[in-house]
């Protein structure tokens, strides 16, 4: 089972919004969707949640088009928005019942549904307090609590980390996992990339509604990185070694970095391997020799100007 979104396409006036964006993953993965500001990435959510409809291309889920079954889709999607509506004296039991209800559940069935998300969000010591003056963290918590009523096998979410301290991103990050693991599709939006790095088996990047990137995480890095950066410490003369790092032929640029250098060379295991068994010939005293791993953040550095539409 799987996710896909074929050449989608949203106007507003003059403006494409979402121009022929295409991608696919699957069931049980983590996908993270990739950004400036005003990219299209909540269009193209809000989209895949059936909330709007697409001017061109489809999305199918499970095999189910947004066009012609909007209404099977919402009984698979759980849509979580980039912030909760502000309810005054309503408490949050009574809010997750009222969606519970509104999803069809009876009595028995609703009340243990209710109470196994509480407890799988670590809401049941707040259940009785008022939406309205919980933090942003347990905001964010009845709102995941909310899309989970109904038991969707895939989840939608707009920012859940946006405002959170870094406890509470810990802690959301490990229920995403569980949930993974649970078989669900996971597609989530974020700024922080470090975060989305950590936990995403894929990603998706896309600037002024065209798609840039789209796949497993490690392709995406090796598409974009030619080139590895190297961390060199030595114990003894350093200066030595930077002078021998500089008259190396395969070595792109090299950089003191306080007690380390930090060179660039080209992405291959065999010429680092012959790099470290070189200095190590020439007499250098090599403590530590490591491979800087790219991440999502450097990548979207790369390939977006940063400009909205």
């Known amino acids: 089972m799987k996710i896909e979104v074929r050449n989608l396409v949203k106007l507003f006036g003059d403006t494409r919004a979402v121009d022929d964006v295409s991608?696919?993953?699957d069931y049980g993965k983590v996908?993270?969707?990739v950004g400036p500001n005003?990219?299209?990435?909540?269009t193209t959510m809000r989209i895949m949640a059936t909330l709007d409809e697409p001017d061109g291309g489809d999305v199918l889920i499970g095999g189910l088009s947004v066009r012609d079954a909007p209404e099977k889709i919402r009984g698979l999607?759980?849509?979580?928005?980039?912030s909760l509506p502000t309810h005054r004296d309503v408490t949050v039991h009574e809010y997750l019942d009222f969606f519970a209800r509104i999803y069809g559940l009876k009595s028995a069935e609703r009340l243990r549904t209710i109470e196994d998300i509480e407890s799988f969000t670590n809401l049941m010591g707040i259940r009785e307090k008022e939406i309205h003056a919980l933090s942003k963290g347990m905001k964010q918590r009845v709102s995941l609590a909310r899309t989970l009523i109904h038991n969707p096998q895939v989840l939608i979410m707009d920012e859940p980390a946006a405002g959170l301290d870094p406890k509470a991103r810990i802690e959301l990050r490990e229920l995403i996992r569980v949930l993974a693991e649970q078989g669900k599709a996971i597609f989530i939006s974020s700024h922080i990339l470090g975060e989305l790095s950590e936990?995403?088996?894929?990603?998706?990047?896309?600037?002024?509604?065209?798609?840039l990137h789209s796949g497993h995480l490690e392709d995406i890095l090796q598409q974009e990185h030619t080139s590895r950066t190297?961390?060199?410490?030595?114990?003894?003369n350093q200066e030595g070694l930077y002078k021998t790092l500089l008259e190396t032929p395969l070595v792109e640029k090299a950089v003191l970095a306080g007690s380390e250098i930090k060179i660039r060379v080209p992405a291959s295991d065999e010429i680092c391997v012959n790099l470290l068994k070189d200095l190590v010939n020439k007499g250098h005293g090599i403590v530590e020799f490591r491979r800087h791993k790219a991440d999502l953040e450097e990548v979207f550095m790369n390939v977006t100007s940063g400009k909205v539409q």
Do not use: N, Q
């Open 199 to 211: 936990m995403c088996d894929g990603a998706v990047i896309i600037e002024h509604g065209k798609l």
């Open 38 to 42: 005003g990219a299209g990435k909540t």
């Open 77 to 82: 999607v759980g849509y979580m928005p980039d």
């Open 31 to 33: 996908y993270g969707f």
């Open 23 to 25: 991608f696919s993953f």
């Open 230 to 236: 190297i961390w060199i410490r030595t114990f003894d």
